[in-house]
């Protein structure tokens, strides 16, 4: 179990109207409770096939929360469940950017992770109402987010909060995401 320690994280948003055992807060990188909720959900949603389906790494276990710790640019949402508040359920990881076209910061919402026994109990729609609220603080014009085309429920959340496809000109149709490792 994860107790939740007496210090309260800067930002938590109210829950009662969905559930009222749910508490969603900004993670406290220093809170060590916050820390192995952090890590923990991660790696479960690593594991998930919409992760990826493998365990994260021992390295990235091991250093995850100090290096987000380090960047002014990161933040996190948790979310526990339970009679005392004490399991975590579900996670956000955003990373901060720049929007050239606006010259503002924009928030990308990098990962989302609710475990399995509690989706469709609105955890993700709790954490992105937080997420929206402490982007809006720091002065972000947009939020972002890339979602597996397959992954029909997230898109769902997604799309019932206000999400849509990214496009500029509908000539050019909407965008799309790429990647390249560097080694």
């Known amino acids: ?16 109207s969905i559930s009222p055992r749910l508490h969603v807060c ?20 690593a594991q998930d096939p919409a992760g990826g389906g493998e365990a994260l790494s021992a390295f990235a276990k091991a250093n995850l929360v100090k ?4 960047l002014p640019q990161a933040f996190s949402v948790l979310a526990f469940d339970g009679e005392r508040g004490d399991q975590p359920v579900g996670l956000i990881n955003c990373i901060e950017g720049f929007s050239t076209f606006a010259c503002r910061p924009l928030v990308n919402v990098h ?4 475990l399995a026994g509690h989706r469709g109990r609105r955890v ?13 603080q720091r002065g972000a014009c947009k ?21 849509a496809g990214y496009q500029l000109d509908p000539a050019m149709g909407q965008a799309q995401f790429f990647q390249k490792w560097l080694s």
Do not use: C, W
């Open 143 to 163: 939020l972002t987010l890339e979602v597996l085309a397959g992954n029909a429920r997230a898109i769902r959340l997604y799309e019932r909060v206000g999400f």
């Open 111 to 114: 990962d989302v992770a609710v």
């Open 1 to 16: 179990m994860y107790p939740v320690s007496a210090k309260e994280p800067s930002v938590t948003h109210s829950t009662e």
């Open 26 to 45: 900004q993670a406290d990188y220093r809170n060590p409770v916050h820390a192995d909720a952090l890590v923990h959900l991660l790696d479960a949603y």
């Open 67 to 70: 290096e987000l710790a380090a």
């Open 124 to 136: 993700g729609e709790q954490m992105l109402a937080l997420v929206e609220e402490i982007s809006r």
